[in-house]
T-cell receptor
Framework: QKEVEQNSGPLSVPEGAIASLNCTYS??????FFWYRQYSGKSPELIMF????GDKEDGRFTAQLNKASQYVSLLIRDSQPSDSATYLC??????????FGKGTRLHILP | ETGVTQTPRHLVMGMTNKKSLKCEQH?????MYWYKQSAKKPLELMFV???????ENNSVPSRFSPECPNSSHLFLHLHTLQPEDSALYLC?????????????FGQGTRLTVV
């Protein structure tokens, strides 16, 4: 089982709609969870982090964590064309290693 | 001045060459990482240093040799690489291992081995 799994996409969402990105992880002892955005040819940029079960909102972004299901998601409300990018889920596991998923390509349709 | 700076941004090298990648962070962090990003693969953790001590060597071939002279600088020495080593090499830093802190990335070095 891969440590951090994401659907590679592409996920196409109309402008103004909600984009939902999902991630599962294998290490039940993981404590810290991150979402990074990566534009083509650029380095990853942190957009959200979450440590506790439940929802965390920051502007148009909401991160959701369910440790029992080993599931973390990112919702993007009022999607904009500038949100088109690859979104990387990252998990700091019990060994303090930050492990990344393959990323989900998101395409916002104008 | 960005938080994490990598040089060079692009590098083309032959299989018999020796080169080094440099990373410098100005964030006062104690942990530094090297990641490799190949096409259609997840970011692969290569090395982790915490307070200048290597804490992780993720089964990386010996043709990659890291060096961390202090908490602000990290190098990746390259020798006798293979074409399949062509990738984007990303350096990152974080406050420290065990801390609830995110990793900040440099812009990366795009390496092509010919």
């Amino acid at each position: 089982q891969k440590e951090v799994e994401q659907n590679s996409g592409p996920l196409s969402v109309p402008e103004g709609a909600i984009a939902s990105l999902n991630c599962t992880y294998s290490d039940r002892g993981s404590q810290s969870f991150f979402w990074y955005r990566q534009y083509s040819g650029k380095s990853p940029e942190l957009i959200m982090f979450i440590y506790s079960n439940g929802d965390k909102e920051d502007g148009r972004f909401t991160a959701q964590l369910n440790k029992a299901s080993q599931y973390v998601s990112l919702l993007i409300r009022d999607s904009q064309p500038s949100d088109s990018a690859t979104y990387l889920c990252a998990v700091m596991n019990r060994d303090d290693k930050i492990i990344f998923g393959k990323g989900t390509r998101l395409h916002i349709l104008p | 001045e960005t938080g994490v700076t990598q040089t060079p941004r692009h590098l083309v090298m032959g299989m018999t060459n020796k080169k080094s990648l440099k990373c410098e962070q100005h964030l006062g962090h104690n942990a530094m990482y090297w990641y490799k990003q190949s096409a259609k693969k997840p970011l692969e953790l290569m090395f982790v240093y915490n307070f200048k001590e290597q804490t992780e060597n993720n089964s990386v071939p010996s043709r990659f040799s890291p060096e961390c002279p202090n908490s602000s600088h990290l190098f990746l020495h390259l020798h006798t690489l293979q074409p399949e080593d062509s990738a984007l090499y990303l350096c990152a830093s974080s406050q420290g291992l065990g801390a609830r802190t995110e990793a900040f990335f440099g812009q990366g070095t795009r390496l092509t081995v010919v």
